[in-house]
């Protein structure tokens, strides 16, 4: 039996972490939030992915005057909210009841605190 060649990966125009922000700059138009499985079928990455970009735009968002807002995961069982994970990935089990059935964090992009300007401090004379 033949071979095939290995298929080649899709084209992008963007990088990943440009896609993800341009998702979440649409959802923020629709006044929406988008879960790490829409974002990463929007810039075709896996979800897992998505986790490492959204923590870097955590940090650089705000130096463009915005902020990544996220919605925190919940149990859907006995309905617990994790609300200090720190992590932008979905947990495996309710602490509470252990049940496995958690919905996964949602995240949109707000208007945040102004970039403060540094400025030079002056010599005195």
């Given at each position: 039996m033949r071979?095939?060649?290995?298929?080649?990966?899709?084209a992008r125009s963007a990088t990943a972490r440009s896609a993800i922000l341009?998702?979440?700059l649409a959802t923020r138009e629709a006044n929406a939030?988008?879960?790490?499985?829409?974002?990463?079928?929007a810039a075709s990455i896996s979800e897992k992915d998505v986790a490492a970009h959204l923590e870097h735009l955590a940090r650089s968002l705000p130096h463009e005057a915005l902020k990544l807002a996220v919605t925190p995961a919940s149990c859907l069982a006995c309905e617990y909210t994790f609300q200090d994970r720190g992590r932008y990935t979905?947990?495996?089990a309710c602490p509470k009841c252990r049940s496995e059935r958690v919905a996964p964090p949602s995240f949109r992009v707000t208007d945040g605190p102004r970039a403060a300007k540094r400025e030079r401090p002056r010599d005195e004379e």
């Open positions: 071979e095939r060649p290995p298929k080649p990966p899709p341009e998702a979440l939030a988008a879960t790490a499985r829409e974002l990463g079928a979905t947990p495996g």
